[in-house]
RNA sequence: GGUCCCGUGGAGCAGCUUGGCUGUGCUCGCCGCCCUGUCAAGGCGGAGGUCGCGGGUUCAAAUCCCGUCGGGACCGCCA
């Protein structure tokens, strides 16, 4: 307030000049249309909550009219006038009749990618495709997707704990992991949690959960793979059965869900079309055999590999049988054949060739697996060495299972897929801040 | 890793099958001028490309052939 010569109103964001009608204002942004004519000139600029149109009078201001020409698309400016009625503006009815402009930053022209730039050149250019508001609205679903996800969790006595990312041993196969130098040995980047979240248990936490990076070497080449994405796994103490953890996840999507449609719905339809539908409790739930019986009666011919599991064809064919029959877009698919699912998943009494375990499917996709875990050592090491892992690089694992440790289950999302369905985009791509796969490392 | 498809001024495409004479065209953007308040602004004019790269066939290649690089879709793997 001390400073000498004019002072800075404040700033307002675009989204709050409505109430602000007859004050003096302060708008910072992008420019993001210039009409600029003999009498007249209009500026669009745009920040984070929306855009408004600033209006000049060329003869009313000498020299601002100058100022205003010089302004190129997405620069980033701020602009102080007075905010007025103004019915015939479409653009939200109002205008800021503008007094000075301070053009920060000026963008080069022309910009490097339009909205219809295909998704490898906006990737190369993310930052300016962010700025769209249908890239913005994306990460604004994301997020609340995710902090309501969260308190959800909290709510239920959930501990949020963040696990290691460099492993000196891979976490699950070795296969799919990234190995890195480390001070002239190697370490591994997590593919999961997975050990991490059952050490929790082991240790006390009765329910934990986690939302972070996960790292997967696989070269897929697919609109729904990356090579880093987020996931949020939680894992749940002293459960009676593997429908504990089916309970927790219908009861926790249908929230998150139903939060994101309450403040976001209208803009999600306004910008993706999509209508957001509350899915209703309990899921519709098949085991895998049936599934593939009423697959097979529909016509599903999978490919080879797929002799014991379901592949993409079957995922999407099956979420259209669930669909007509059930009128719902999520399945639970459960008892997963031992021989696709890892050694920890614990195997039901009077069943040895099956899991406790399921997928998720959401509309043909992939989206969860999750499991109850095998707690007993003696059963563990035995299903390892079925399986042909070696347990000493494993070890830190193995023990914690041998000195009290409760019956435990739990599961891995794949937060980048439930943006990607929840807004119907046709790739993961679109639903990544900076995408990471087999052949994109940068930006 | 496998199969298929794409690569043409700044962006998005057409042109390629049936090679042809300086690379023709469309939409958008950019630059300039004009324009009584525009709002997907409008009007007029202009600039901008060794047709991804290399080799081959041919009198002649954006166009046909081979290779290579980059990208996409699907499969497999998974979340």
């Known amino acids: 307030m001390g400073d000498e010569g004019r002072q800075e109103p404040a700033r307002v964001l675009v989204g709050q000049l409505g109430s602000r009608v007859g004050d003096q204002v302060r708008v910072c942004g992008w420019v993001q ?7 007249m000139q209009f500026v669009v600029l745009r920040d984070e909550t929306g855009a408004v149109q600033l209006t000049n009078r060329r003869e009313l201001r000498p020299g601002l009219d100058q100022q205003l020409d010089a302004l190129t698309i997405g620069s980033a400016v701020a602009l102080t006038g007075r905010v007025v009625d103004a019915p015939q503006v479409r653009l939200g009815g109002i205008e800021v009749l503008v007094d000075s402009v301070d053009l920060v930053s000026t963008a080069e022209q022309p910009l490097p990618i339009a909205e219809t730039s295909n998704i490898d050149l906006r990737l190369d250019w993310r930052f300016l495709d962010l700025r769209a508001p249908r890239q913005h609205l994306t990460f604004a679903v994301g997020d609340l997707f995710e902090q309501s996800m969260r308190s959800f969790l909290r709510a239920r006595r959930f501990t949020e704990l963040h696990t290691p990312k460099l492993m000196g041993a891979a ?7 990234f190995r890195v130098d480390y001070f002239g040995s190697s370490a591994y980047l997590a593919q999961s949690p997975q050990f991490y979240k059952q050490m929790a248990i082991a240790a006390g936490f009765d329910r934990v959960m986690e939302v972070g990076p996960v790292f997967r070497a696989e070269p897929s080449f697919t609109s729904r793979h990356s090579t880093e994405f987020t996931g949020l796994d939680l894992e749940m103490a002293w459960i009676d059965s593997v429908d504990d953890v089916m309970r927790m996840e219908e009861e926790l999507l249908a929230a998150a869900i139903l939060e994101v449609r309450d403040s976001l719905g209208q803009e999600i ?3 993706f079309g999509v209508s957001l539908a509350v899915p209703s409790t309990p899921f519709p739930r098949l085991p895998l055999a049936e599934a593939r019986e009423q697959l097979f009666q529909a016509g599903w011919q999978p490919g080879e590999r797929a002799s014991e599991d379901l592949d993409g064809e079957g995922e999407r ?10 009128g719902h877009q999520f399945v639970f698919v459960t008892d997963y054949p031992v021989s696709v699912r890892p050694f920890y998943h614990m195997r039901p009494d009077g069943d040895p ?6 997928d998720l499917i959401w509309n043909g996709l992939e989206v969860t697996t999750g499991a ?9 090491v035995a299903q390892a060495a079925e399986k042909g892992i070696p347990l000493e690089p494993i070890g830190h694992y193995v023990n914690c299972f041998r000195y009290g440790c409760p019956p435990h289950g739990g599961l891995g999302i794949g937060i980048s897929r439930l943006l990607m369905k929840l807004l119907d985009l046709p790739s993961i791509r679109e639903a990544s801040l900076f995408f990471r796969g ?6």
Request: hydrophobic letters at 35%.
């Open 269 to 271: 339809e306004e910008i």
């Open 372 to 380: 109850q875990r095998e707690h007993r050592y003696d059963v563990l």
């Open 317 to 326: 064919l099956l979420s259209k049988l669930v669909a007509d029959k059930f």
């Open 171 to 177: 976490s699950e196969s070795g296969a799919e992991v």
């Open 353 to 358: 060739t099956v899991t406790s375990s399921f």
């Open 438 to 443: 087999p052949n994109r490392l940068t930006p």
């Open 33 to 39: 249309t210039l009409r600029l004519q003999r009498r």
